[in-house]
């Protein structure tokens, strides 16, 4: 596949339709934010379409379209694709791994907001916070990843965090970016779980997403128990379940010479 320049993105915007919430909201996001890179292949009626944001992507089309070599771009991420592109990725990555994954969608609000332990506020990011997130290291660096590092994250405006002075004790962000639905992240330093941080985080962001107009959603593995926790906790109920691929390396084809 070839990659595509960004003025041939938008009329690709039917291969990814944002009207529900899970994995397909990554299109918009990437359009929006330009931190995706989108292949095709070819430029004028493409009938094969994949996009990468950060760890994430989605392959959508005819897989009869694909030749060898052709999805490597997508190696080490979790892909979003139809089960008839199953051959074509064992073919192409060492190992592929169906992931079972959950969508919510926020249907009720908290009663009540999470008392803060002493000395600890929730505020909103902004492009100040730039260097706490960065401190966060690199185990919490997935959650500003969408966004092509904790600069753009911060000055998106579209983050709540936990602050004990001018440190990051939770944060929870707009993962994925759509015009219907904001798919939401949150993460927690280690030393400072279980005291309701990213409740009160995940709380006053989808306060903010629905004054936005904005649907909050989330998205989770299935075996992931303390993220279906706080989804349901912060008001997040079951929409539909999906599978996606985790891919590891390009595999290694032996060449037979004569």
């Known amino acids: 596949m070839i990659q595509l320049l ?46 990468r944001c950060a760890d994430h992507a989605l392959l959508r089309g005819d897989p009869d379209a694909l030749t060898t070599g ?42 009540s907001t999470p008392r803060l332990p002493w000395g600890v506020t ?43 002075k001018d440190r990051v004790l939770a944060i929870a962000c707009a993962y994925f970016l759509s015009s219907t639905y904001e798919d939401i992240a949150c993460v927690t330093v280690p030393e400072h779980r279980r005291e309701r941080l990213a409740v009160a985080c995940v709380t006053a962001l989808c306060t903010d997403i629905a004054a936005r107009g904005h649907t909050p959603s989330w998205s989770c593995s299935s075996d992931n128990r303390p993220s279906r926790l706080l989804a349901w906790t912060a008001g997040f109920r079951l929409e539909r379940e999906y599978v996606h691929y985790a891919a590891g390396s390009p595999a290694q084809h032996d060449h037979l010479t004569a």
């Open 6 to 51: 960004p003025d041939q993105l938008p009329a690709l915007s039917r291969w990814f339709p944002a009207a529900a919430p899970g994995p397909a909201t990554l299109a918009e996001h990437a359009l929006a934010t330009g931190t995706g890179q989108w292949w095709a292949d070819r430029a004028v009626h493409p009938r094969t379409v994949a996009i």
């Open 70 to 111: 052709d999805l490597t771009p997508l190696a080490d991420c979790y892909i979003d694709a139809p089960d008839r592109f199953l051959p074509a990725l064992a073919t192409t990555f060492d190992q592929v791994t169906p992931w079972e994954r959950m969508v919510y969608v926020q249907r009720t609000t908290p009663s």
């Open 122 to 164: 929730v505020r909103r990011l902004a492009p100040e916070h730039a260097p706490a997130l960065a401190e966060l290291g690199t185990d919490a660096a997935w959650i500003h990843g969408t966004w092509g590092g904790p600069t753009a994250l911060a000055a998106s405006g579209l983050g709540w965090a936990a602050f004990h």
